[in-house]
């Protein structure tokens, strides 16, 4: 009896738990059925050349547009919830505070000048009277980035404390700030003490979008402040049974339906292939490994096609990230590729768009990682438009996903995204600094 308590102690210090993945309206989904995603996809072109011209050249230049997998965490004593991004693409965590919109964050250089009307919480910004009447028609129509999230209420956990740091976290089309805390933080029955961001200031384009915050999965390195990370605290502690984690993510059209699983401190053996292959980390800040080429397969007696190879010294870096829905690249690439599989770039939606059809007819698209291919097939690129959007959509009702964006030959150059992930399972293996890849088998 003894014996047994003993085991059943060590067993609750350390386990593995099922985290859902929620399927959710992406805001490009939600503006495409409104008719309105033209609009924003030309003030978002517009915000990130006028970012450049001005010297912000060091942007993210994927955001969370395209986003439909979230997860529930819940942060504080008593749990305040939270539907969050589980991003292997950053470090850090962050939810909105109750002073959100109230003037308390900072407000960062990109925050000077005409720019501070689209970038930057409205408390970092003066109408500016002398401003082109284009832009002074935007200043009007300011969205209130804050309005309908769930909000951290520090004064109702018992658990809370504040550091006293500020922090300011910089995304491709505007940025968050706020303050640096501590907290219970929890993921399903897994908690821990962590450290957060505490946002009190948040850009317009996270006005309507349809999460509170993001959760970072990346590694303590890449951490504003240097935050740790919560599951590199689950990992320290010795809360999770392996330090490591796997997500599997499937294509549903329904929203609020399971559209993956995040399985901590454990291999997800119903969903993925026991066949792991293990890649090392070229760097462990990112999940960033070594592509060695990148190809359109031969279908239908056409031969296959070139875009990166390793022989003519193009080797190249990508990440694995969950917070990023497409397969971008460098955007001359990314064209190659769309012409290769026929896509029509459709200027006004930002998207190279091909008939629904063609994921039947369409060859896959092969990344060689260490020696071996790995085709993602078209049923995992092409993306389908939803059916009520289609009538505000000018094409065929889908589009490949792939997206293209400048480098500056600095870094990865590739991010592998949720079509990439759909296609092959990823072990996020924080303590081996390795990323496996198992077959997805549903």
Known sequence: MKSLLIVIALLGFSSALEFPLRRIASMRETEMAKGTWADRYARKQMLR????????????????????????????????????VMDTGSSNLWVPSTECGKGSGECGPECKGILCQFLCDSSCCKKDAKAPIMFRSMQMQRPDACAGKRLFNETQSQTYKKDGQSFQLRYGTGSCSGYIASDKVCLGDLCVNNGFGVATTLAPFFADQPLDGILGLGFQALAVKNIKPPVQTMIDEKVLSNPYFTVWMTMTHKENQTGGLITMGDLDKKHCSNEIDWVPLSSATYYQIEIESVRVGAKNGKPESVIVDKSDGMATQGISDTGT????????QIQKIAQELGGTFDRSLG???????????LPPVIFTIKGKDYPVTAKNYVVQVPTKARDAVVGDGCFLGFQGFPTSGFGPSWILGDCWIREYCQIYDMGGKRLGLAKALM
């Open 49 to 84: 050349n006028s970012m450049r011209a001005n010297g912000f050249d060091e942007i993210r230049e994927i955001d969370f547009d395209d986003v439909i997998y979230v997860s529930d965490i819940t942060i504080g004593t008593p749990p305040q919830k939270f539907t969050v």
């Open 351 to 361: 998207a190279y768009m091909v008939p629904c059809e063609a994921v039947d007819t």
């Open 325 to 332: 829905s497409l397969i971008a690249g460098p955007a001359p």
